[in-house]
């Protein structure tokens, strides 16, 4: 039992990859990441190979990790509802709602309202490569069950195809 990094609920814990980064969540907070433990099992990697299907995608700037928290930043620092930014971008509350919750990643077009409205920047240089490393070392500190080895072997897989 612990605490969920997502909503906060006290909860049996599965560990997911979201972003790059290893959180502990409850049951219906892990379909928003990759499930790499689940709770009482030592069972792991089971989609870990889903991982490295960005990996061609390694070109110029990428969506900010933490863009949810920079939307939220920057409309509580113009004194902003979620329900007046969605009005002043013409979208739904319930989509900034998602955004801010990390739940939606918002569109070219979007993000590029998001930016403008906000004067902020939401996007950050492609450091998926970095990401992949740190988040092996991150794995295998945490569970020392799981070596680099197996994730490679996890990878190598895929790339061979089913
Ligand atoms: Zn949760």
Excluded: W
Excluded at 128 to 147: A, H, P, Q, S
């Amino acid at each position: 039992m612990g605490i969920c990094d997502m909503c906060g609920r006290d909860s049996e814990l599965y560990k997911v990859i979201v972003e790059g980064s290893v959180i502990e969540v409850c049951e219906s907070c892990s379909k928003y990441g990759t499930v790499i433990e689940a709770p009482k099992k030592k069972e792991v990697i089971r989609k870990i190979d889903s991982l490295y299907i960005d990996e061609e995608d390694n070109k110029g700037e990428t969506l900010a990790e933490d863009f949810s928290f920079r939307i939220k930043k920057a409309r509580e620092k113009k004194g902003l509802t979620q329900e007046r930014l969605a009005l002043a971008l013409a979208e739904k509350e319930g989509t900034i709602h998602r955004l801010e919750s990390g739940q939606l990643k918002p569109s070219d077009v979007l993000l590029r309202k998001l930016e403008q409205f906000l004067q902020i920047n939401l996007k950050e240089e492609n450091k998926d490569k970095k990401k992949i490393n740190k988040t092996k070392e991150d794995i295998n500190f945490r569970d020392k069950g799981l070596t680099i080895g197996d994730i490679l072997d996890a990878k190598n897989k895929k790339q061979e195809g089913p």
